[in-house]
């Protein structure tokens, strides 16, 4: 009996983080919805605080275009978000227009530099969620630079 005492701890730790994982998905997914709703409203974002400076944070990389800073949520031992400065309408992915094509570019261009600055340039993500659906929880488009460990495919 005391052999499988070991085992069985093993077992309720898994189903433990197992059920704190669907848990944390389902929070993930109802602040995306909650969110959504004021996605387009123009009103300013965390993000836009964090560019005036209001809001302190880590930065990694900034030029005229886009701000970089550490996710104060990390998903990876690197795991730094990109920003462009100007909104510009420009609240997820799938909202892009023909006018937003520089600065698109620009901030792959920026994940690049950043994976050289956080020495992942050998093996990094760049991860962009648009739209409640995919967990988009704030609506200024931002890349997400993840390395530093193993990515796993596929990914979510």
């Given at each position: 009996m005391e052999t499988s005492l070991p085992i069985f701890n093993l077992m309720k730790h898994t189903c433990f983080r197992a059920l704190s994982s669907v848990k944390a998905t389902n929070d993930?997914?109802?602040?995306?919805?909650v969110t959504a709703v004021d996605a387009d409203t123009g009103a300013p974002t965390i993000f836009d605080k964090i560019i005036a400076k209001e809001i302190p944070s880590s930065i990694v990389y900034e030029d005229d275009k886009v701000l970089a800073f550490r996710d104060i949520?990390?998903?990876a031992p690197v795991h730094v978000l990109i920003i462009p400065k100007f909104r510009d309408g420009l609240t997820q992915l799938g909202k892009a227009e023909q006018r937003?094509?520089?600065?698109?570019?620009?901030?792959l261009y920026a994940a690049k530099l950043v994976a050289e600055k956080e020495g992942i340039v050998d093996g990094?993500?760049?991860?962009?969620?648009s739209g409640p659906s995919a967990c988009q929880s704030v609506y200024h488009l931002h890349l997400h630079v993840l390395g530093g460990r193993q990515m796993k495919w596929p990914p979510g």
């Open positions: 993930e997914e109802a602040a995306a919805r949520s990390s998903q937003h094509g520089e600065v698109l570019g620009h901030l990094f993500r760049v991860v962009i969620n």
